[in-house]
């Protein structure tokens, strides 16, 4: 009953992590970005609940006490203070040398290897997923609802016929008197697009800094794990999150001397842990790298008008290719974001008009492409 209860709950959980990233029917930004800003922060925010809820993994941490010090003070003690492994221990034999991984006589101070990220994970995970948020909200700030205003609910085939004609009309007004006026608007999403890669570059190193220089290469430490002899292998993922270690704590004996205790403390919280920084690792390097071919397309589609043109042709395949030539030719990239964005969220028939209309009035061509 139990178990079925926490499952409950757990899901429960899950599903109200939904609400906090609302899922539009239309689209202001590409679906790179949007896995930065929803799938992100979601899968972030469903880890922040899950190691900082103390009842699906018990108590965060259990050390071994003496009946010289309350079991209640040592744990809080360990947990407050940071406790610790020895790096040499690690290559050690267990069961034989030592005890557990990285658990042995102190011989060098220099040789500690010392723990005390644990209880700030909750906090960190959580100021990541604002961060991830971060260019979102910049974006939707700057966009300020433009492409909603301009779709005037056109992304519904079935309208009447009048009212059709009046937002078209109004659309097309638009679009013809604004021309060559978006560059800036459309610059602002690409910056943000960049600052979601900086973000999560930035995001890497800050991991970094925090696991002690062991998070960079954490996710290749893993690969070489898998394929080592299991005689000459380190497993990182102990070594990085260590399930037992050791703590230290003094206190005043009967005759009034600083008596030392060693004290060996289970961290049951590490296991949760070290499954949410692998699976971090290789997400971070897969968005990263799809967040630079992203930079990379939008480079290549400020420099080259044929490049714009051709993505409207494979885009748009409805609209006729003289149309989208004169469109390009007689637009700046600002507006050519202006009418993908558009494309993607109005009807496919109604915005193919207005692209033949637009293209008829540019071009001031005396074929009417609505007919055709």
């Not at 042995?104 to 995970?125: A, I, M, N, P, S």
């Not at 703590?247 to 060693?262: A, P, Q, W």
Request: hydrophobic fraction near 45%; aromatic fraction near 16%.
């Amino acid at each position: 009953m139990v178990g079925t209860h926490g499952s409950a709950t757990m899901l429960h959980l899950f599903l109200g992590l939904k609400s906090l990233v609302k899922v539009s029917r239309f689209h202001t930004d590409g679906s790179v970005f949007r896995l930065h800003y929803r799938i992100t922060v979601m899968v972030l925010l469903a880890f922040t609940f899950i190691v900082t809820t103390r009842q699906y993994i018990g108590s965060p941490i259990m050390c071994v006490h003496t009946k010289e010090i309350p079991k209640d003070v040592l744990n809080t003690y360990c947990w407050i203070h940071p406790t610790y492994t020895l790096s040499s221990a690690h290559w050690k034999r267990v069961g034989v040398d030592v005890p557990h991984p990285g658990v042995d006589k102190t011989r060098d101070e220099r040789d500690k290897k010392h723990v005390k990220y644990y209880q700030w994970v909750g906090f960190c995970l959580f100021f990541q997923a604002i961060l991830f948020y971060v260019p979102r909200w910049l974006w939707k700030n700057w966009e300020a609802g433009k492409i909603h205003a301009l779709m005037m609910d056109l992304d519904i085939g079935v309208v009447q016929d009048v009212e059709k004609r009046q937002k078209k009309r109004l659309l097309l007004d638009y679009l013809s008197e604004n021309l060559k006026h978006h560059n800036w608007w459309a610059y602002r999403y690409f910056f943000c697009e960049f600052l979601a890669l900086v973000n999560i570059i930035g995001q890497m190193f800050l991991m970094d800094r925090f696991f002690d220089g062991a998070f960079l290469t954490f996710g290749l430490e893993v690969i070489a794990f898998a394929e080592q002899d299991q005689e000459d292998r380190l497993d990182p993922l102990i070594y990085v999150f260590p399930r037992m270690t050791k703590c230290t704590f003094h206190k005043f004996g009967s005759s009034g001397e600083v008596e030392k205790h060693d004290a060996l403390c289970l961290l049951p919280l590490n296991i949760v842990n070290e499954k949410v920084y692998i699976f971090l690792w290789f997400w971070f390097i897969f968005l990263a790298l799809l967040t630079l071919l992203v930079i990379l397309y939008r480079l290549i589609i400020i420099l080259s008008p044929k490049m714009r043109a051709y993505l409207l042709y494979i885009r748009f395949r409805l609209i006729r290719r003289e149309v989208i030539n004169t469109i390009v030719k007689k637009s700046y990239v600002g507006d050519w974001f202006l009418f993908y964005m558009l494309g993607q969220n109005v009807d496919s028939m109604i915005f193919k008009e207005v692209m033949h209309e637009l293209a008829r009035k540019l071009g001031h061509l005396g074929k009417d492409f609505t007919d055709t």
